[in-house]
Nanobody
């Protein structure tokens, strides 16, 4: 499975961005997809995930109410809609996929990161 992330950029505090992650290859093996992020000098942290079938989602507390994860099964694509962005959301965001759900239990595939920068 290959994951291609896109949609990062520079935005002001309070702004919005939408990240996309397109999966290709043996996508039938995927149970869940989601996003992690890593800020400078910090460890990579879980942001959100979504079950590939059904409606289950998980979010880290710091993004609840601001970020929304969704998927398009026909396009094998997962989206992360990020609203009310804060400077502390600045990080490299990584798309991830797993053969289990929640995905944080075991990541099988990683995409390249996309930079999100929120200016104050």
């Amino acid at each position: 499975v290959q994951l291609q992330a896109s949609g990062g950029g520079l935005v002001q505090t309070g702004g919005s961005l939408r990240l996309s992650c397109a999966a290709s290859g043996r996508t039938f093996s995927i149970y869940g997809m989601g996003w992690f992020r890593q800020a400078p000098g910090k460890e990579r942290e879980f942001v959100a995930d979504i079950r590939w079938s059904g409606a289950s989602t998980n979010y880290v507390d710091s993004v609840k109410g601001r970020f929304t994860i969704s998927r398009d099964n026909a396009e094998n694509t997962v989206y992360l809609e990020m609203n009310s962005l804060k400077p502390e959301d600045t990080a490299v965001y990584y798309c991830a996929a797993s053969r289990v759900f929640p995905i944080s239990d075991s990541i099988d595939y990683w995409g390249k990161g996309t930079q999100v920068t929120v200016s104050s």
